[in-house]
Structure formats: structure tokens, C-alpha cells
């Protein structure tokens, strides 16, 4: 079965100081992969996916990725954290079962607080 | 441009009431997704179209949940006889491509089934 597992329930660094959420998948074949962030009451924002090419992925807001395939993670990442990065954090991958369907599926979440 | 709407954005419900839950894609998308995402859960899956069609639904979760997409573009999620398992955030996204593109989320329906 395919699936996102994300270790961590919370995350929290000071301001200006790296951080690192986590992300694990389980699927068949290549993966696509998402993050997406969610601040309370919105709808969930793309960040970054990686679908193929260099294993590193630039996406919005200075965050980036690296996808290891040996490890099967997808780990997000940012050099100097901001007070505003605190959110939810979810980590995705597309599902490659159920003929045309691009269903995502979620892990369960990461919230992520950035103390100033 | 414009985003992905959804409305109304929160929705009160007495058990038993029939509700619609209204989409609105980013003009010119082809796919469109719903998602349902309980308290502190990540979404999850219900149902997807390609144009007007419904090509997967095997994640609504009863025969009391129907979604229609009859013109390609606005879509309707229903939900009959609403129990209070049913309060959640109900999620719309759309997508321009059928294959593997980034799936854009509105702000969500915040359904209270009491």
C-alpha cells in the first residue's frame, strides 16, 4: 500500500536557525512528491514537488527538498528560519493506483513553531 | 489571477439536513479533486474528475455523499442526511493537467454536523 509517514508531530527551532521536517513514503514505482503548508483556517499552499531530475527541489518562501531514494525520503528544509514559517506542514505523494486518478495521499501532518 | 473558491466557508448543519458544497477551479483546470480533512488529520481522497467526468470515487465514504461536475468547470459535493462524523474541512483542488500536475486547494468548507 502506498503511504506518507511523518515522524514528527512537532517541530520547533529558533529564528535564523535551520530546520528540517521529515518525510518518509512507501509506493511502487517512481514517486511523485509534494509539500504543501496550511496556516489555521486556509486551504493548504504548494510549496515545492519533485517529480523527476535533481534531487534537490527549490520551492517557495526559501524552502527546498531533497529526495533520496535509497532512504525513500523527502525531507523539507529551510537555512534560516522565519516566525512566519510557523504552520502545518504536509508532506504528499500521488497516488499511481486507480487508472487516470493523480490522487495525493497525505501524511498526517507536521506543525512546525519558530520561536523569535 | 483568481485561486480556487469554495463556499460557504463554514457551514452549521442539524443531523439529518441534506447540505451542497459549492467549487469554483481555477478557470481553464481540467482536473478537480475533493479532499476531506478531519480534525488534525491530513487530507484525505474523495473523489476526482476530469472534465466533466468522474473518473474515480472510491473515496466517498457512504452512498449518502454524491459529487457532480456537469459543465467541466463548478463542481457540487452533496451530502445527504448529514451524520455528525461528517463535520470536517472539506477540501476542493484543481489541477491544469491530467497527469501529475500541482493540485492548487482552496481555502476549504468547515462543516459542524450537530
Known amino acids: 500500500a502506498q503511504s506518507v509517514a511523518q515522524p514528527e508531530d512537532q517541530v520547533n527551532v529558533a529564528e535564523g536557525n535551520p530546520l528540517t521536517v521529515k518525510c518518509t513514503y512507501s509506493?511502487?514505482?517512481?514517486?511523485?512528491l509534494f509539500w504543501y503548508v496550511q496556516y489555521p483556517n486556509r486551504g493548504l499552499q504548494f510549496l515545492l514537488k519533485?517529480?523527476?531530475?535533481?534531487?534537490l527541489v527549490k520551492g517557495s518562501y526559501g524552502f527546498e527538498a531533497e529526495f533520496n531514494k535509497s532512504q525513500t525520503s523527502f525531507h523539507l528544509k529551510k537555512p534560516s528560519a522565519l516566525v512566519s514559517d510557523s504552520a502545518l506542514y504536509f508532506c504528499?505523494?500521488?497516488?499511481?493506483?486507480?487508472?487516470?486518478?493523480?490522487?495525493?495521499?497525505f501524511g498526517t501532518g507536521t506543525l512546525l513553531a519558530v520561536q523569535p | 489571477g483568481a485561486g480556487v473558491s469554495q463556499s460557504p466557508r463554514y457551514k452549521v448543519a442539524k443531523r439529518g439536513q441534506d447540505v451542497a458544497l459549492r467549487c469554483d477551479p481555477i478557470?481553464?483546470?481540467?482536473?478537480l479533486f475533493w479532499y476531506q480533512q478531519a480534525l488534525g488529520q491530513g487530507p484525505e481522497f474523495l473523489t476526482y474528475?476530469?472534465?466533466?467526468?468522474?473518473?474515480?470515487k472510491s473515496g466517498l465514504p457512504s452512498d449518502r455523499f454524491f459529487a457532480e461536475r456537469p459543465e467541466g468547470s463548478v463542481s457540487t459535493l452533496k451530502i445527504q442526511r448529514t451524520q455528525q462524523e461528517d463535520s470536517a474541512v472539506y477540501l476542493c483542488?484543481?489541477?491544469?493537467?491530467?497527469?501529475?500536475?500541482?493540485?492548487?486547494f482552496g481555502p476549504g468548507t468547515r462543516l459542524l454536523v450537530l
Open positions: 478557470s481553464g483546470h481540467v482536473s
Open positions: 509506493v511502487s514505482g517512481n514517486p511523485y
Open positions: 519533485y517529480i523527476t531530475g535533481d534531487n
Open positions: 504528499a505523494v500521488r497516488s499511481l493506483y486507480g487508472g487516470a486518478t493523480n490522487k495525493l495521499i
Open positions: 474528475f476530469q472534465n466533466e467526468a468522474q473518473l474515480d
Open positions: 483542488a484543481s489541477s491544469l493537467r491530467t497527469e501529475g500536475g500541482t493540485q492548487y
